[in-house]
């Protein structure tokens, strides 16, 4: 069975850091781009960041480049969101997804055919 797990959430204050890990089981991410997307209370879910199979490629969503940084480690079958200087829009349910394709990565939902179920991000004083 396909499934990816989030971890790494939680509350911090602003201008804080969090690494979220979103780790594969049943599958190996070899095969596999994988996207961050969050999904704040009464708005639509968007895309974070993306990673492509060996990590080559990277893509950021503008609110969070040179704050985020994407990462994998496929022996530990495993893709990182290092989150810094975090800011109070930043607090949304953060998933990763999985994307079956050879080459680059996109943030379109749409592209993503296996999710987890998520990790809270909430960033306050």
């Known amino acids: 069975q396909l499934q990816l797990v989030e971890s790494g959430g939680g509350l911090v204050q602003p201008g804080g850091s969090l690494r979220l890990s979103c780790r594969a089981s049943?599958?190996?991410?070899?095969?596999?781009?994988i996207g961050w997307f969050r999904q704040a209370p009464g708005k639509e879910r968007e895309g974070v960041s993306c990673?492509?199979?060996?990590?080559?490629?990277?893509n950021y969503a503008d609110s969070v480049k040179g704050r985020f940084t994407i990462s994998r480690d496929n022996a530990k079958n495993t893709v990182y969101l290092q989150m810094n200087s975090l800011k109070p829009e930043d607090t949304a349910h953060y998933y990763c997804?999985?994307?079956?394709?050879?080459?680059?990565?996109?943030?379109?939902?749409?592209?993503?055919?296996?999710w987890g179920q998520g990790t809270q991000v909430t960033v306050s004083s």
């Open positions: 997804a999985a994307d079956y394709r050879p080459n680059g990565c996109s943030v379109y939902i749409n592209l993503y055919n296996h």
């Open positions: 990673i492509s199979r060996w990590g080559a490629s990277t």
């Open positions: 049943g599958f190996t991410l070899d095969y596999y781009a």
